[in-house]
Nanobody
Framework: QVQLVESGGGLVQAGGSLRLSCAAS????????MGWFRQAPGKPREFVVA????????DYADSVKGRFTISRDNAKNTVYLQMTSLKLEDTAVYYC????????????????WGQGTRVTVSS
């Protein structure tokens, strides 16, 4: 089993930055692809970004390209999401996900999910 715990959410003004973290625990955590989804109020959950276990492959949703950056530290079993130039429409609960491969994460069928961390962008 793999447990995922997100942190770093909060309230930020539009144009500001925030960094989310996702700490993974479990024997195989460092060998898994990981990623982030988000769900805004009244909307379905949507894919944000994924990263392969090595960090060599990243996939971003068009809505966050150029503003968000995913990275990982396998020694710490932690994935980071650096969010810059935040917009009102980035307001959502952000969920960390883990799976064997990035395509599995992108499809929304990840094996493991965190509880989510809330990000609120204010004007």
């Amino acid at each position: 089993q793999v447990q995922l715990v997100e942190s770093g959410g909060g309230l930020v003004q539009a144009g500001g930055s925030l960094r989310l973290s996702c700490a993974a625990s479990g024997r195989t955590a460092s060998s898994l692809a990981m990623g982030w989804f988000r769900q805004a109020p009244g909307k379905p959950r949507e894919f944000v970004v994924a990263i392969s276990w090595s960090g060599g492959r990243t996939d971003y949703a068009d809505s966050v390209k150029g503003r968000f950056t995913i990275s990982r530290d396998n020694a710490k079993n932690t994935v980071y999401l650096q969010m810059t130039s935040l917009k009102l429409e980035d307001t959502a609960v952000y969920y960390c996900a883990a799976a064997l491969s990035p395509p599995t994460i992108i499809s929304g069928t990840a094996d493991y999910w965190g509880q989510g961390t809330r990000v609120t962008v204010s004007s």
